[in-house]
């Protein structure tokens, strides 16, 4: 079955620190995600990219974050500068489509970060 | 702001009982509704998807969806051991909110065998 897969699983970095997350989505999915989960707490969207570029992005999703697809299948999230805040799991998801039955979510296993 | 809105639990059912999940959604908009299991420390599993008022059947799994009361629920018939695990209400609600689903708390199951 397709799956998202993330990298790194776990990543330890110090705080102001910058990191990148990866991700390949699934191949036929445009659609992609970043959503993250603090310990203990709900799943929260970060960022919505299609066609090359931010559809939507939430308040968390600051001047400290930016996504790319630089080669067509990586999907990275950079933090710029972490902050102890930023410790989470991040999930990157895709969707194939909009319409009913396409817009289903698949996450990948998630990259936790942990901020020092 | 719009939310999504599920009893954390933990909910404890004995093995082969039927578990009921409810979630509340305060967009009246919102047309498309997940739910997801959540294992400790793993990602969200696509449990069930419904779109329509009524009933989605799949094996053990019953979605209900009620656009009128904003209401779903998932069902979970002859509960295992291995159901044991946080589950996820999501709503698109479309719109302005754009093709993000906006997650409950999540409600912990627990099946005792």
């Known amino acids: 079955e397709p799956e998202v897969t993330q990298t790194p699983s776990h990543q330890v970095t110090q705080m102001g620190q910058e990191v990148i997350l990866r991700c390949v989505p699934i191949s036929n999915h445009l659609y992609f995600y970043w959503y993250r989960q603090i310990l203990g707490q709900k799943v929260e969207f970060l960022v919505s990219?299609?066609?090359?570029?931010?559809?939507?992005k939430s308040e968390i999703f600051d001047d400290q974050f930016s996504v790319e697809r630089p080669d067509g299948s990586n999907f990275t999230l950079k933090i710029r500068s972490t902050k102890l805040e930023d410790s989470a799991m991040y999930f990157c998801?895709?969707?194939?489509?909009?319409?009913?039955?396409?817009?289903?979510?698949?996450f990948g296993a998630g990259s936790r970060l942990t901020v020092l | 702001q719009k939310e999504v809105e599920q009893n954390s639990g933990p909910l404890s059912v004995p093995e082969g009982a039927i578990a009921s999940l409810n979630c509340t959604y305060s967009?009246?908009?919102?047309?498309?509704f997940f739910w997801y299991r959540q294992y400790s420390g793993k990602s969200p599993e696509l449990i069930m998807s419904i779109y329509s008022n009524g009933d989605k059947e799949d094996g053990r799994f019953t979605a209900q969806l009620n656009k009128a009361s904003q209401y779903v629920s998932l069902l979970i018939r002859d509960s295992q051991p291995s159901d044991s695990a946080t589950y996820l209400c999501a709503v698109n609600m479309g719109g302005s909110s754009g093709d993000k689903l906006t997650f409950g708390t999540g409600t912990r199951l627990a099946v005792r065998p």
């Open positions: 990219f299609y066609n090359n570029e931010i559809s939507e």
């Open positions: 967009d009246r908009v919102s047309q498309s």
């Open positions: 998801a895709s969707q194939q489509g909009r319409t009913t039955g396409a817009n289903v979510l698949t």
